[in-house]
């Protein structure tokens, strides 16, 4: 999509949380493209309450926005954020935009063969020292929401004490 085409699609603003200073386009998928501040393009720290705009972003008519907060929303580990995902209302194809993660043929699997899903909750089977943050992230920790990582089927993302990690698959289960 054409600069000028998208900004009159988002009124020249950030199409999750309106600011209108330093706005840039994110590709998304393919197809998908939105307009973010660099506040929510993560530039920049922001208070997690920052992060409520996308249940008003939730209600965009626009499929590119729908798919932007849908994936943003998984990333972040809050109740209020998986019950603003679940009630979602997406057309069949602008949910299967938002849930293909674009990874191919690359599958990833907990440490008892089952198949892991963008959004899925896992749980720590180990302690795990987590390098450069200070903690041990404890077995039996519950990680909800976690990304897969596109290119390595063995690595995930999902958030620990408040903090993004990668976490190995091996060390996981299927919650």
């Given at each position: 999509?054409?600069?000028?085409?998208?900004?009159?699609?988002?009124?020249?603003?950030c199409?999750?949380?309106?600011?209108?200073?330093g706005?840039?386009?994110?590709?998304?998928?393919?197809?998908?493209?939105?307009?973010l501040?660099?506040?929510?393009?993560?530039?920049?720290?922001?208070?997690?309450?920052?992060?409520?705009?996308?249940?008003?972003?939730?209600?965009s008519?626009?499929?590119?926005?729908?798919?932007?907060?849908?994936?943003?929303?998984?990333?972040?580990?809050?109740?209020?954020?998986?019950?603003?995902?679940?009630?979602?209302?997406?057309?069949?194809?602008?949910?299967?935009?938002?849930?293909?993660?674009?990874?191919?043929?690359?599958?990833?699997?907990?440490?008892?063969?089952?198949?892991?899903?963008?959004?899925?909750?896992?749980?720590?089977?180990?302690?795990?020292?987590?390098?450069?943050?200070?903690?041990?992230?404890?077995?039996?920790?519950?990680?909800?929401?976690?990304?897969?990582?596109?290119?390595?089927?063995?690595?995930?993302?999902?958030?620990?004490?408040?903090?993004?990690?990668?976490?190995?698959?091996?060390?996981?289960?299927?919650?």
């Amino acid at each position: 999509m054409r600069w000028d085409e998208l900004m009159d699609r988002a009124g020249g603003v950030c199409e999750f949380c309106g600011a209108a200073d330093g706005l840039a386009s994110v590709d998304v998928t393919v197809e998908d493209q939105v307009l973010l501040c660099p506040a929510c393009r993560g530039e920049r720290d922001v208070p997690d309450a920052h992060w409520r705009c996308l249940e008003g972003a939730a209600w965009s008519g626009e499929a590119s926005v729908q798919v932007a907060v849908w994936r943003k929303l998984a990333e972040i580990d809050e109740v209020w954020a998986t019950e603003a995902r679940e009630g979602m209302m997406m057309e069949p194809d602008v949910a299967a935009r938002a849930a293909d993660t674009g990874s191919g043929d690359v599958v990833h699997l907990d440490s008892n063969g089952m198949r892991l899903d963008h959004g899925d909750t896992v749980v720590l089977i180990k302690d795990l020292p987590v390098k450069g943050a200070g903690f041990t992230a404890k077995r039996g920790t519950a990680v909800r929401g976690i990304s897969l990582v596109p290119d390595n089927a063995g690595h995930i993302e999902g958030r620990v004490e408040g903090q993004r990690i990668v976490i190995l698959t091996e060390f996981v289960k299927r919650k």
